[in-house]
């Protein structure tokens, strides 16, 4: 049976979470969309995710922007079929309301890291650039921005 894109995408990040990096698979995120110039992901507010306030923990939030980020690097360099390596040098969040429901992590950078991942394998060198992710608790204030990430991505090809 054949899976759409979306569904790969999830197994692919389902599987990343269990083998690499538990954290993202004990917070449970969900591809939405993802495109060429945008990814969209859910953490759902639960048990593994909440606060004391019964918002989403600043450690979830962190994961949420690093999964928008990252991830959608992680499926260009494979739709290209390059091999990257991939961290983040800096970040900077500015925290503006509790998100208080599931959280959606959105970044619109897919051209600017498009465009860095291909630096990279033109240079051979580390291209740092940083990227954006906002996070909207829709369920409860619509498209209004609980938080805005500022990520430094660092990419360079190996292999």
Sequence with gaps: MFSSPLARANQHLS????????????????????????????IPLGRRTKNHLNSMYFGALAVG??????????????????????????VHADFHKRPEGDVIFTCYDGEKISAMISDAIETGERINQPVTIVATCPSLHGDEAMATFELTLSVKQVG
Aim: hydrophobic content about 50%.
């Design 65 to 90: 922007a690093d999964v928008a980020g990252g991830f959608l690097a992680m499926a260009m360099a494979d739709q290209r079929g390059v091999k990257i390596s991939l961290a983040f040098k800096s």
């Design 15 to 42: 599987l990343f979470g269990f083998l690499k990096v538990p954290m993202i698979g004990w917070c449970r995120p969900k591809i939405l969309t993802i495109d060429d110039k945008h990814v969209t992901m859910r």
